[in-house]
């Protein structure tokens, strides 16, 4: 019996989603996993690229895809707590190699960190992770050996689930 193109095309489409999995779970933190996923949209247009991932679905469905994942993980790091996002922050900016006083001021001041907040996100959501991101950053700048962030940073794997995916309520 010979399966459709559809049923080909939806079990690309469930690997892509596994495969994709793997490789954000790879990395520490939900902060680090919404980096990542940030980085594979193209500022230009919107759309996330990945030119690897071409060869097993098509760029629409890769959008797609690569959209729900970073709604996910962008829900995820709304929900850290400000002393978590303080010391994921430092846990990133250690993984850059960077000094942190002096990246937390830079990233103040330019606020690259708004690249991270997923299209078509409501004002609203976009304000509360701007304002939580520049509340952590003041925490490095102004309290760096502040013993409620001297700790490890947790990491939590991220559940990928396209049923509850919705699309922002504006």
């Not at 933190?29 to 980085?39: A, C, D, E």
């Not at 846990?91 to 997923?118: A, C, K, M, V, Y």
Request: hydrophobic share 40%.
């Amino acid at each position: 019996m010979s399966e459709s193109a559809n049923d080909i095309g939806a079990k690309a489409i469930g690997s892509l989603e596994r495969y994709f999995a793997r490789a954000v779970d790879l990395a520490s933190t939900p902060f680090q996993r919404l980096v990542f996923v940030g980085s594979l949209r193209d500022a230009y247009t919107g759309r996330y690229v990945h030119q690897g991932w071409s060869q097993v679905a098509s760029a629409e469905e890769v959008d797609a895809i690569l959209d729900d994942f970073h709604r996910n993980i962008f829900r995820v790091v709304l929900q850290l707590s400000i002393i978590d996002l303080s010391k994921e922050l430092r846990h990133h900016f250690g993984l850059l190699n960077q000094p942190e006083q002096r990246t937390s001021l830079l990233w103040l001041e330019t606020e690259p960190f708004r690249d991270l907040i997923p299209p078509g996100c409501s004002p609203a959501l976009r304000e509360l992770f701007i304002s939580q991101v520049r509340i952590a950053l003041e925490v490095l700048c102004r309290a760096p050996n502040w013993s409620e962030i001297a700790g490890p940073v947790r990491s939590e794997p991220v559940r990928f689930d396209r049923s509850t995916s919705q699309p922002w309520p504006n």
